[in-house]
């Protein structure tokens, strides 16, 4: 997985909610699991023109409680679904759980990231080491990245890719001689 993303800065305030901001709440009702469809959604509620804006490796930075209410994982999965990043100064615990599920590259407990950027900066996140560079502003922030057994299931591609993972290497080893 290519963790260093380049890209514009999508720049969002504080206690964005996943239904209704980040993504219609009937695509949770109707259990839509495919990024490619609810990547057409993504973030409608606040920027109807959103998802035709953006591009692969773009970086939404957002303020505290990205992701609030109830913990559905359509949003997250709409921002994979356009290989965009995550910034964010503060997700609750079941978005955070769902970014993981998802496979999403984000970065949480960035304090004050919202006062460093702009929409439309140029930003270069690396999401392995926590850095965010933003070459427009010519500015270096440095962030704590997620735990290494984290970033392990993200760059599995999520919870299904990794459970699947771990399954074929048990089936490979009962399976192994000896």
Known sequence: MNWIYHGRCWKFGDNLGIDGDMMPLRFALEREIDPMVLRDHLMCGVDPEFPTKVSPGDIIVAGKRFGQ?????????????????????????????NAINAGLAFLTGCDGVVDEVETGDELEVNFESGELRNLSRRTVLRYTPLDPQLRAIIAAGGWRANLERRLARLREEAAAPG
């Open 69 to 97: 209410g109830n913990p559905h994982i359509q949003g997250f999965l709409g921002i994979k679904g356009h290989a965009l990043g995550l910034v964010a100064e503060s997700i609750p615990r079941g978005s955070f759980r």
